[in-house]
């Protein structure tokens, strides 16, 4: 009872609740796991880097830093309307405009999505496969796991996109919208590490 209690002052942004991890812990426990995934393909990355540093400068030379930029551009601004969509829902004059930040958030998604199958039909046509080398090995392996990732949050945004129109949003919906949030950002900041690791490091 006390810890609905407690959702519950959360969820209508009461001024007296105590501070608390937003989402459930079992869910930071699986971004955390998920995040160390990734942390060992960059190590692994890097190590390969380092046996052939100028074939993998060379590679890295042949990808759109433009296009890798403007990625991670409409990704930020995604993982920013989904910050501003989980304020609304706590504020109950604000709540009508949650559907439409969740919305925005899909469709930059969906804009990464295709700017992705831009780069990836290009290097195909030019003969560019995950045979081609070790760098385009990772390549393939790093922005295909993540695009994987991105397509899981956007199935997540359309879920909470569903939930926000409904009148009232009990305490368990509202760690719900919590935990799709945090997913989201962690999609974001995987993004952010690939894209430098990719695209800028010389």
């Given amino acids: 009872m006390r810890r609905i209690d407690f959702q519950r002052a959360m969820v209508a942004g009461h001024p007296g609740g105590a501070p608390r991890v937003p989402g459930e812990y079992g869910v930071w426990i699986v971004l955390f796991g998920d995040m ?29 830093q433009e296009l890798g930029a ?35 958030g899909l469709v930059l998604g969906a804009v990464f999505c295709v700017i992705k199958i831009v780069e990836y039909v290009d290097k195909l046509s030019r003969g560019i496969t995950p045979a081609t080398g070790d760098f ?12 994987v990732h991105l397509l899981g949050g956007m199935a997540v945004l359309w879920f909470l996109l569903r939930i926000s129109r409904q009148d009232e949003l009990p305490a368990n919906r509202m760690v ?17 590490e690939i894209f430098p690791l990719l695209y800028l490091l010389r």
Avoid: K
């Fill in 36 to 64: 160390m995934i990734f942390a060992v393909i960059f190590a692994t990355f890097l190590h390969y880097r380092t046996r052939d540093l100028s074939g993998f400068v060379y590679s890295s030379r042949q990808l759109s």
């Fill in 70 to 104: 403007l990625n991670t551009v409409v990704l930020l601004s995604s993982s920013f309307l989904v910050a501003c969509a989980v304020r609304s829902f706590r504020v109950p004059r604000a709540r009508r405009t949650a559907p439409a930040l969740i919305r925005g």
């Fill in 136 to 147: 385009w090995m990772f390549f393939y392996v790093l922005t295909g796991l993540h695009l």
């Fill in 176 to 192: 719900l919208v919590e935990c799709g949030a945090l997913y989201w950002h962690m999609v974001d900041l995987l993004w952010v």
